[in-house]
């Protein structure tokens, strides 16, 4: 089980105070394999990216929990830039942020990507796109889910010809991270050709297993989740 925690955080845009939650322990979590494009297994299970973000209820900016001390102790936001604040205050965030056509969660993981590209953080603006999808997955949005993957592969693309690392175990990890992405997202061709670049520097164990698992279920037009239990057995 995941204990929750509120505490009082004021915003750095409007300054404008609200409660918010956050996990305040995972004590007790089975560990448990992630799926493909890493998701973690309590993630799935709790929910936990559901408190991950915190979004400001006056003015709409959003940030990973600001906690640093145990509640109730209020909890205030680094300044931000007058760019991001005026990305917060603009036509497109604020669109992004009242899409109907995703789940609330989803749109406030979007903004956050944009806050993240507006910093020149690329790589990790691709991340949060992709826990949109975690949260249109959790609402069985297949839809939405597509497309924030294709949203997440357009940020890291972004980033790789930026030359900036989207994972730290080196090509043949990105190219199975983008292989899984783009293979839920029902971009099969593209998918199979991340599988192939990943596994032409003959990649080691277990990179090359799940290389060639994940080019099986692309060819099969698979676009569900995976776990990399199903072909290696440790993670």
Same mark, same amino acid.
């Given at each position: 089980?995941?204990?929750?925690? %509120?505490? %009082? =955080?004021?915003?750095?845009?409007?300054?404008?105070?609200?409660?918010?939650?956050?996990?305040?322990?995972? +004590? #007790?979590?089975?560990?448990?394999?992630?799926?493909? &494009? !890493?998701?973690? $297994?309590? &993630?799935?299970?709790?929910?936990?990216?559901?408190?991950?973000? =915190?979004?400001?209820? =006056?003015?709409?900016?959003?940030?990973?929990?600001?906690?640093?001390?145990?509640?109730?102790?209020?909890?205030?936001?680094?300044?931000?830039?007058?760019?991001? !604040?005026?990305?917060?205050?603009?036509?497109?965030?604020?669109?992004?942020?009242?899409?109907?056509?995703?789940?609330?969660?989803?749109? @406030?993981?979007?903004?956050?990507?944009?806050?993240?590209?507006?910093?020149?953080?690329? #790589?990790?603006? #691709?991340?949060? @796109?992709?826990?949109?999808? =975690?949260?249109?997955?959790?609402?069985?949005?297949?839809?939405?889910?597509?497309?924030?993957? +294709?949203?997440?592969?357009?940020?890291? *693309?972004?980033?790789?010809? @930026?030359?900036?690392?989207?994972?730290?175990?080196?090509?043949?990890?990105?190219?199975?991270? $983008?292989?899984?992405? $783009?293979?839920?997202?029902?971009?099969?061709?593209?998918?199979?050709?991340?599988?192939?670049?990943?596994?032409?520097?003959?990649?080691?164990?277990?990179?090359? +297993?799940? $290389?060639?698992?994940?080019? *099986?279920?692309?060819?099969? #037009?698979?676009? &569900?989740?995976?776990?990399?239990?199903?072909?290696? !057995?440790?993670?």
């Amino acid at each position: 089980m995941i204990e929750t925690e %509120t505490t %009082t =955080w004021t915003c750095p845009v409007c300054r404008e105070r609200s409660d918010q939650t956050f996990v305040q322990s995972r +004590s #007790g979590l089975p560990p448990g394999p992630p799926d493909l &494009d !890493a998701r973690r $297994l309590e &993630d799935k299970v709790h929910g936990v990216i559901a408190y991950e973000i =915190w979004l400001c209820p =006056w003015c709409g900016f959003t940030q990973p929990p600001a906690v640093a001390q145990p509640p109730p102790v209020a909890q205030d936001a680094a300044p931000v830039s007058e760019a991001v !604040a005026a990305l917060v205050h603009s036509y497109e965030y604020r669109y992004q942020l009242r899409a109907e056509v995703l789940p609330p969660l989803a749109n @406030a993981y979007l903004c956050r990507a944009m806050i993240e590209r507006e910093g020149g953080r690329i #790589g990790r603006a #691709g991340w949060i @796109a992709l826990k949109a999808a =975690w949260a249109c997955d959790d609402r069985g949005d297949k839809p939405g889910g597509r497309y924030c993957r +294709s949203r997440a592969v357009e940020l890291w *693309e972004e980033a790789e010809n @930026a030359g900036e690392p989207i994972v730290e175990k080196g090509t043949p990890a990105r190219q199975l991270l $983008l292989a899984d992405v $783009l293979r839920r997202a029902r971009r099969f061709e593209e998918a199979k050709d991340r599988c192939q670049r990943g596994r032409s520097g003959r990649p080691a164990e277990p990179f090359r +297993s799940l $290389l060639a698992f994940e080019s *099986e279920l692309a060819a099969r #037009g698979d676009t &569900d989740a995976h776990a990399v239990s199903e072909r290696v !057995a440790v993670w």
